[in-house]
């Protein structure tokens, strides 16, 4: 697939989850879950910085890579806590509105298209990452 249309795809998917959100907000005159927005967008950015981090340190013949027994997840204890902090906010994405309906201060619907749209926005964010993730393109002719 060409980067570009990468880029739409991802661009118009975004644009419906933010669009269902802050409809949903409009439409019920309420602007309560309005923080999902910010909620689902702060979500990945703990993973993306661990991962910065772990992939920029320098390993040494004094310093190991073995975090335990694990065979398959070789992470290390900063990268297992920001796996931490990224679940506990995307259940935070999903508690916020279910506590404000709960609470009678939404309504149902406004509750469905905020967490719903929420979703959209975090996955979207979880395909861009992972669309251009791939550091050498596999049908690269001058691949050296």
Request: glycine share 6%; net charge negative.
């Amino acid at each position: 697939m060409n980067p570009l249309n990468k880029i739409i795809f991802l661009s118009a998917f975004l644009a419906s989850g933010f669009l269902l959100i802050l409809l949903s907000c409009a439409l019920y005159n309420n602007y309560k879950p309005l923080w999902v927005i910010f909620i689902f967008l702060m979500a990945p950015l703990p993973n993306i910085l661990a991962n910065s981090i772990e992939a920029q340190r320098d390993y040494n013949f004094l310093t190991f890579n073995d975090y335990g027994n694990a065979q398959d997840l070789n992470l290390s204890p900063l990268q297992e806590f920001s796996k931490f902090v990224t679940g506990l906010l995307i259940v935070s994405g999903v508690a916020l509105p279910l506590s404000l309906y709960h609470c009678g201060l939404i309504q149902l619907e406004l509750f469905l298209m905020s967490v719903s749209g929420g979703f959209i926005v975090y996955g979207d964010i979880i395909l861009f990452m992972w669309f251009f993730s791939s550091e050498v393109e596999e049908n690269d002719d001058f691949n050296f």
